[in-house]
């Protein structure tokens, strides 16, 4: 059973316009969340987080919006712009001592120039 | 700047060979991570260990599957005998996260391409 879900597998977007990738999760215990790119052949590189506590988060052309009780969050990129195209992988962890993250299964973005 | 290392970077070998995958991860981070990724999929931990003592490895297939971090800093995946499923993107991660502390993001390698055949 897929804890963290993201429905979308591709998502295209003209350059300069908002991409927004969406993010739905099972567990009611994930109290924080992460948002991961990644481009082929290299790793995923950490992007902007949120805490259970907060429900926005922004850090530039990135925010992130969580809504408790819908199990719902989503990333904002305004505007949008071609180096962005890539994989983008929601993540949510439970306070369990160790911290283990689940990620979803991935939106491709594309924006196109 | 500080990168997670993973050697090799692409690895082809025949079904029931052995292979093995090495990380060296930042400096200082106690938190080590083995993931691997199928293509579609987002990663899935394999083993997480906290220095040198492993904390997860309930998605590890024990009987084929092995890892270690003998000192607390880098660490080998082992897989014997390979098996056609097992071709993936092998990553390892790190993160400066320890017992209870503040939460951390992970540092992820460039991963290891795994081709079985």
């Known amino acids: 059973d897929q804890q963290v879900k993201q429905n979308s597998p591709s998502l295209s977007v003209q350059e300069g316009r908002i991409s927004i990738l969406n993010c739905d999760y099972t567990?009611?215990?994930?109290?924080?969340f992460l948002w991961y790119k990644k481009y082929p052949a290299e790793g995923p590189t950490f992007l902007i987080s949120?805490?259970?506590?907060?429900d926005k988060n922004e850090d530039g052309r990135f925010t992130v919006f969580l809504n408790k009780s819908a199990k719902h969050l989503s990333l904002h990129i305004v505007p949008s712009q071609p180096g962005d195209s890539a994989v983008y992988f929601c993540?949510?962890?439970?306070?369990?001592?160790?911290?283990?993250?689940?990620f979803g299964p991935g939106t491709s973005l594309s924006v196109i120039p | 700047e500080a990168e997670v290392a993973q050697s090799p970077r692409y690895k082809i070998t025949e079904k029931s060979q052995a292979v093995a995958f090495w990380c060296d991860p930042i400096s200082g981070h106690a938190t080590l991570y083995w993931y691997r990724q199928i293509l579609g999929q987002g990663p899935e931990l394999l083993v997480q260990?906290?220095?040198?003592?492993?904390?997860?490895d309930s998605q590890l297939p024990k009987d084929r599957f092995s890892a270690e971090r003998l000192k607390g800093v880098d660490s080998t995946l082992k897989i014997q005998p390979a098996e056609l499923g097992d071709s993936a993107m092998y990553l390892c991660?790190?993160?400066?996260?320890?017992?209870?502390?503040?939460?951390?993001?992970?540092?992820f390698g460039p991963g290891t391409r795994l081709t079985v055949l």
């Open positions: 991660a790190s993160s400066s996260r320890g017992r209870g502390g503040q939460r951390n993001e992970q540092f």
């Open positions: 949120i805490s259970s506590i907060k």
């Open positions: 260990f906290q220095d040198e003592s492993v904390v997860d």
């Open positions: 993540a949510a962890s439970a306070p369990t001592s160790y911290d283990k993250v689940i």
């Open positions: 567990n009611s215990m994930f109290d924080y």
